[in-house]
């Protein structure tokens, strides 16, 4: 089946430094791909919606410039945690959907961010 | 607005046991309905779907039942085994595959031996 990877699984980052979470679709075409959030013991909340090629739509009350979408590729989306701060300490997972996919839905196994 | 209900875990069960995760949501309109299943340290993974009411979504011995006059699509399985302890999301999406999904808070399941 269709594979998404998502790097680093974890990172660990000083308060004030950014973060670059990589989502790569590795054997099809991710026309989009979705980025959550996910806090312990909660649901996984959507952050941003990106399409290849355009800006990412971002859920109401998440930070567009703290938190930067790029889809610059079918194949790839990244997020960057800019300034970091011990409150953006969380699980990210990506998402990756794609017609040449079957038009399913493939998970990345998400990223644990801690900010010291 | 838009949101999925599901029962707290964890839930803890011995091998062969009978598994329900209650699910019920809310939305306009006629959304498809669906459980994932997150194993540890692995992503989520579709278990099984139903797009229209009264739809019955099924997989690896799996079942729900889209039921659109009590909002719910609850995850049942007959007898559950060890290798079914995982995280399990419910979701719904309203509108195109593309589209985003709504997800539950996660019922965390053991299954001891």
């Known amino acids: 089946g269709a594979v998404v990877s998502q790097h680093p699984s974890w990172v660990i980052c000083k308060s004030g430094t950014s973060v670059k979470i990589e989502c790569r679709s590795l054997?099809?075409?991710?026309?989009?791909m979705f980025w959550y959030r996910q806090f312990p013991k909660q649901s996984l909340m959507l952050m941003a919606t990106s399409n290849e090629g355009s800006k990412a739509t971002y859920e109401q009350g998440v930070e567009k410039d703290k938190f930067l979408i790029n889809h610059a590729s079918l194949t790839l989306s990244t997020l960057t945690v800019t300034s970091a701060h011990p409150e953006d300490s969380s699980f990210y997972i990506c998402?990756?959907?794609?017609?040449?996919?079957?038009?399913?839905?493939?998970f990345g196994s998400g990223t644990q961010l801690s900010v010291l | 607005g838009d949101s999925v209900t599901q029962m707290e875990g964890p839930v803890t069960l011995s091998e062969e046991a009978f598994l329900t995760i209650n699910c019920t949501y809310t939305a306009t309109g006629y959304p498809s309905l669906f459980w994932y299943v997150q194993y540890p340290g692995e992503g989520l993974q579709l278990l099984l779907k139903?797009?229209?009411?009264?739809d019955k979504g099924s997989n690896k011995g799996f079942e729900a039942t889209y039921r659109k006059e009590t909002t719910s699509f609850h995850l049942e399985k007959g007898s559950v085994q060890v290798s079914d302890s995982a995280v399990y999301f419910c979701?719904?999406?309203?509108?195109?595959?593309?589209?985003?999904?709504?997800f539950g808070g996660g019922t965390r399941v053991l299954v001891k031996p």
């Open positions: 054997d099809f075409q991710a026309t989009t």
């Open positions: 979701a719904h999406r309203r509108g195109a595959a593309g589209n985003k999904l709504t």
């Open positions: 139903a797009t229209k009411a009264d």
């Open positions: 998402s990756a959907y794609g017609d040449s996919a079957n038009e399913k839905l493939f």
